[in-house]
């Protein structure tokens, strides 16, 4: 199902389950799959549309949702599931604009659908050389993921009705697809080819299109033991995704964010403010009686001394959030000022160290980095936009033709409740959602200063000292070294080049 969901499962005298299917020589032939329960492991869609509610409606539409959910679950059960489907769209959708779902869809679903993949069902899913997702969710909603990160070919869904950009919260003809929708609508989709040869179900109301086809098997309820398809096993990795939620909402969960706001605001502004006015060696102790967790590995560098002449230390980090330079000041003890690509103008009135905008002219950049270090230790993030995922972006390697001072970090956190990132969102809320986080946690590593024998200054172009480093803080973290971009993730993420 699309919302609520539990459907009929008495399908054993009908089709075999699932498990008996052979894969052999299916390149060929032609799939049709049912989406919620079959192709993955969940039932319920709630957490999908609570998500579209929350990143694109915020707190308060996410309430009324979860107000609705009860009425869709009623009518669901007893009365129609077409209408407790409607309801959950109405809520969902009414007054949205159809854009902002369509970002949504693209840039922050893909993450959770490809954690979910059911492994018997894409097993013989991906074996198929055609495939097809007949489902009871708003086309909007599913078919970026299902196309572009699981090749599907056809995907035929629920189609939600707008007006002037809007989506209305109604839904088109022939309504919502359950039961014998989702066959007429196969029909009229292959009425001039073949039908599939294969057909997958989880329940009785998926049986009008699997009787239309050769073969059908029946994806049994998955059971907690049961693991998602790895994200390695997929044909294309997420390694770019937005949003601000880290977790799956369930009813449950999507009350406990919407108590919990109005407390996490105010315990981030706390923590916003003790790092902003406390002097920063008190920085690493507040953080800790405030919650917030901050771990120091590896032996830093000690100061610049201006009285010798020595320039400063060139910090390069990964680069996870905007907060990357003020936990590498923490752990150090005294404020680092930092360079940065982007950075809203609430977050630098905030910031507890100096911030230094690029202007991506190269030789302009170049000489005001250079001025920098001339006055102490400094921190550059040269990956020019952050990752949420365990891949490092391609380093920028103007850093390199800098100065031989270069000492890498490799930076860490986790956070159990936001993201303290933005592609798509105002970013000068990203410090906040971070520090609203009940008890996030950052990991800097310090590793050794790079020998002057693999700097610039003992012939070695700027690019392989870029990468070496890429190279020495991906073992460090076990990440992955890519070739993306920042235009590349904004690209993907908000349709633009990044530039703000």
Same mark, same amino acid.
């Given at each position: ?21 052979? +894969? ?20 319920? *869609? ?24 009860? +009425? ?9 599931? *077409? ?42 899913? *991906? ?6 997702? $007949? #489902? ?31 989506? #209305? ?22 009425? &001039?080819?073949?039908? =599939?040869?294969?057909?997958?179900? &989880?329940?009785?109301?998926?049986? =009008? ?11 049994? =309820?998955? +059971? ?33 964010? +919407? ?10 502004? $706390? ?23 901050? /771990? ?44 940065? /690509?982007?950075?809203?103008?609430? *977050? ?18 170049a000489n005001m980095i250079k001025k920098l270090l001339k006055e102490g230790d400094l921190v550059i993030c040269p990956e020019g936009t952050t990752c949420r995922e365990p891949f490092l972006l391609r380093f920028s390697a103007l850093f390199a033709e800098l100065t031989n001072e270069l000492v890498p970090v ?39 200063? $790079? ?50």
């Open positions: 199902m699309a919302g609520y969901h539990q459907k009929n499962l008495d399908h054993s005298y009908q089709f075999p389950a699932i498990e008996k299917c052979k +894969i052999h020589g299916r390149e060929n032939q032609t799939v049709v799959t049912d989406l919620d329960g079959t192709l993955l492991r969940g039932r319920s *869609s709630f957490p999908y549309f609570a998500l579209v509610a929350f990143e694109v409606g915020g707190v308060l539409r996410l309430l009324f949702l979860l107000l609705a959910s009860p +009425i869709a679950g009623i009518l669901y059960y007893f009365i129609s599931e *077409s209408a407790g489907i409607r309801v959950l769209i109405f809520a969902t959708f009414a007054g949205m604009k159809v854009s902002d779902i369509e970002s949504v869809s693209r840039a922050v679903l893909p993450k959770f659908y490809s954690s979910d993949l059911h492994p018997e069902a894409w097993r013989v899913f *991906s074996a198929c050389g055609k495939r097809c997702v $007949l #489902t009871a969710n708003p086309t909007v909603m599913v078919e970026p993921f299902l196309k572009e990160f699981l090749g599907a070919d056809l995907v035929l869904g629920t189609e939600i009705g707008s007006w002037r950009g809007r989506a #209305t919260g109604l839904v088109k003809q022939p309504g919502v697809l359950v039961g014998s929708n989702k066959a007429d609508a196969l029909l009229k989709a292959f009425k &001039d080819v073949t039908l =599939p040869e294969l057909a997958l179900g &989880d329940s009785k109301t998926d049986y =009008p299109y699997m009787k239309l086809c050769k073969e059908g098997y029946i994806v049994p =309820p998955a +059971i907690a033991e049961l693991k998602a398809v790895k994200v390695e096993k997929l044909p294309k990795p997420v390694v770019f995704h937005d949003g601000r939620l880290v977790q799956k909402l369930t009813p449950f969960k999507a009350l406990i964010i +919407i108590l919990w706001i109005p407390v996490g605001f105010f315990l981030a502004c $706390l923590r916003i403010a003790a790092g902003a006015l406390l002097p920063m060696p008190f920085v690493y102790y507040a953080f800790w009686a405030l919650g917030v967790r901050v /771990y120091i590995k590896g032996t830093p560098p000690p100061p610049a001394k201006k009285s010798t002449g020595q320039t400063g230390v060139l910090f390069i980090c990964s680069h996870r959030t905007l907060l990357d330079p003020i936990f590498l000041s923490t752990a150090l003890g005294r404020p680092i000022p930092a360079v940065t /690509y982007s950075l809203s103008r609430l *977050s630098e009135i905030i910031s507890p160290i100096k911030t230094v905008r690029l202007t991506r002219d190269r030789t302009t950049d490799a930076m860490s956190n986790k956070m159990s409740m936001f993201h303290g990132t933005t592609a798509r969102g105002w970013k000068g809320m990203d410090p906040f959602y971070f520090f609203m986080n009940p008890s996030p946690a950052y990991e800097v590593t310090f590793l050794n200063k $790079l020998p002057y024998e693999l700097t610039c200054a003992d012939g070695k172009s700027s690019h392989d000292v870029a990468n070496y480093i890429q190279r020495m803080i991906a073992s460090t973290l076990s990440y992955e070294c890519t070739n993306f971009t920042r235009k590349d993730k904004y690209k993907m993420l908000a349709g633009n080049d990044g530039t703000v």
